[in-house]
């Protein structure tokens, strides 16, 4: 959607950050098929463990530039990006990749990510003949689980569960779980919710999940926690790597990392819930990205 606004907009390249390497995927797709130039901006650290994304970014002829400031994953990818399109915006347009920054970048982003939640309430209504008791998605910057999110908000009987990193704990720094340890703070044109120090300076994200790691998170997101109309959880590194071994074991399906926190969560919500309770979960990646870096890093405790 935003590479087929920039062919409209007359614009020849497209700008991106990417932390898991999906987003990146999908604009050097849609470039590629549009006939446009794609520069995609990932930090050395996601570069590595996210392999075989940056392999399909090249193949389909993006430029994959490579972060090596602070961190080196998402935000740092997201600074980059933004100091790109602002020496370029005349011939290039941002398609950023979560529901962040200033106007009406959130906006657009929530537009096209609203089909998850469209498909998903045709789906539950086609296969259970009623709604989920429970949606649960996870949230990084937030994309994933809005666009889920919207095809519920009205009905007052889902429970929305936003799942965030936990990462190694709650220590700040060794995680990237905004709406449960940040404060209200702004970074990258936009308010919301921040990890932040003591100073109001925005702190270290982490995460086993390279596009769970942004210090911030979507302000609809901070507006539904605020308003109770969503409730946001966390869920550690080890306990969605444990998820995501169980959904591969039993379902069939790899997830990503990323969408192992959700699985987690649910779960975890099954355990506690009566026989019938129908619990829908947003699956937002695939896990052939991270193979790589689960075999290498994590494989042996396996």
């Known amino acids: 959607g935003e590479a087929l606004l920039a062919k409209y907009m007359g614009k020849k390249k497209v700008i991106a950050e990417t932390g898991a390497g999906q987003h990146g995927v999908a604009l050097a797709t849609a470039a590629a098929y549009f006939g446009l130039e794609c520069d995609i901006y990932m930090g050395s650290v996601d570069i590595k463990k996210q392999a075989p994304n940056v392999a399909r970014m090249k193949i389909l002829g993006a430029n994959v530039i490579e972060v090596t400031e602070g961190l080196q994953t998402l935000k740092e990818a997201v600074d980059a990006a933004f100091n790109a399109y602002m020496n ?34 045709g789906q539950m209504l086609d296969i259970a003949g009623e709604l989920p008791d429970y949606v649960v998605a996870c949230v990084g910057g937030g994309s994933n689980s ?23 704990g709650e220590k700040l720094g060794d995680n990237a779980a905004s709406i449960n340890f940040g404060r209200v703070g702004e970074l990258h044109g936009f308010k919301s919710m921040f990890l932040q120090d003591e100073e109001g300076n925005v702190a270290d994200a982490y995460s086993v999940a390279s596009g769970l790691d942004y210090p911030g998170v979507g302000h609809k ?5 605020e308003i ?26 790899i997830p990503a990392l990323e969408s192992s926190h959700a699985v987690a969560q649910a779960i975890k919500i099954a ?11 947003n699956l937002s990646g695939r896990g052939d990205k991270d193979l790589d870096f689960i075999l290498k890093k994590i494989g042996k405790e396996y």
Request: charged share 25%; glycine share 10%.
């Open 88 to 121: 370029e915006y005349k011939d290039a347009i941002y398609c950023i990749g979560s529901v962040v920054g200033p106007h009406p970048f959130p906006m657009i982003v929530e537009h096209f990510q609203s089909v998850i939640g469209r498909e998903a309430r």
């Open 146 to 168: 809005i666009g889920i999110f919207n095809g519920f908000l009205n009905d007052k009987d889902v429970r929305l569960i936003g799942v965030e990193p936990l990462g190694k």
């Open 221 to 225: 997101h901070a507006h539904l926690n």
């Open 228 to 253: 109770g109309r969503a409730q946001y959880l966390t869920i550690d590194d080890k306990e969605a790597i444990d998820a995501f071994f169980e959904m591969s074991r039993t379902e069939g399906i």
């Open 271 to 281: 355990k506690q819930s009566p026989s019938g309770t129908k619990i829908l979960i």
